[in-house]
């Protein structure tokens, strides 16, 4: 009797401890979650909580945040299903005037999107940013963002555009997404 009181107290006890160290690790993971969200709000300002567990799933945290912003850009390089080298040399040449080392760790998620289109989650998560963003800027502020936006977009698609010269410099696809990235602005 006294055995089976034993054993019924050993497992009892191991279920417990399997038990709180489960409690122990959903602890951890969530005050992990929190700190990345807090972090994402300090560098970005952003304080819609729905947004920042989007960004925090999609594993998105301040380093990465620089090429967050390349998201739409890289939607058009992709918009016929391809990357164009030419395409690809002008997000080179902006992720550079933007401050993109190419071994910096914005640098080699880029270098990641140039061979492999990233998820649909991400361009959605950065239309959400984005209206959230303009919330909080004004009239010529908002227009001097998409204008610079939309500027950079045509210039990649207008990259690998046309047949010897002659044609439109940009595809029904491509045009169909700058439409598409301009309404996150409205």
């Known amino acids: 009797m006294k055995t089976l009181q034993r054993q019924g107290r050993s497992l009892e006890e191991l279920f417990f401890h399997k038990h709180n160290r489960v409690l122990a690790e959903q602890l951890h993971k ?19 909580d729905a947004l920042l567990d989007q960004l925090v799933d999609l594993d998105i945290d301040p380093a990465t945040m620089v ?8 939607e058009i390089a992709w918009a016929d299903f391809t990357m164009e080298p030419e395409e690809r040399d002008t997000l080179l040449r902006v992720a550079g005037e933007q401050g993109i080392a190419r071994d ?10 140039l061979q492999k289109r990233p998820p649909r989650e991400l361009l959605d998560a950065w239309k959400v940013y984005i209206r959230s963003l303009c919330e909080h800027l004004d009239r ?19 990259s690998a555009g046309g047949f010897l010269g002659f044609g439109s410099k940009t595809s029904d696809a491509e045009e169909k997404k700058i439409r598409d990235l301009a309404k996150a602005f409205e």
């Open 30 to 48: 969530d005050d992990t979650r929190r700190q990345k969200r807090q972090q994402l709000a300090d560098a970005t300002g952003i304080k819609d």
């Open 67 to 74: 090429a967050f912003g390349l998201i739409p850009l890289i």
């Open 104 to 113: 910096s760790v914005p640098g080699k998620i880029l270098d990641q999107w």
């Open 140 to 158: 010529d502020q908002k227009s001097q963002l998409r204008d610079r936006l939309l500027g950079r977009a045509r210039a990649i698609a207008e």
